[in-house]
């Protein structure tokens, strides 16, 4: 019975491990792509939604340019993640 229970916890452990990555993962890139400009404490990003879509800009003007076209600034930033994560797995 234990033995049958083990890979339940294991599951479950990986899962939340899961969870808190995801958590930390909330700035996925350095740089804003509307700009370019690197995200820093000067920098603070803001968060934009789009259709249940979030990514993060670098100011407030890189927010109306997103509000403006946000499919476009969508995609950039979808692109830009796989880029790194490519980088990343190399
Ligand atoms: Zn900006």
């Not at 479950?12 to 990555?21: D, P, Q, R």
Request: hydrophobic share 45%; proline share 4%.
């Amino acid at each position: 019975m234990i033995r049958s229970r083990f890979p339940l916890i294991l599951a479950l452990a990986v899962l939340s491990f899961g969870a808190i990555a995801r958590a930390g993962d909330a700035l996925p890139l350095e740089t804003c792509v509307v700009n370019g400009d690197k995200f820093s404490e000067h920098h603070a990003p803001i968060m934009v939604t789009y259709k249940g879509r979030s990514m993060f800009v670098c100011c407030k003007g890189c927010k109306h340019k997103f509000d403006k076209d946000p499919e476009k600034y969508l995609k950039l930033w979808e692109e830009a993640l796989k880029a790194q994560k490519v980088k990343a797995a190399k």
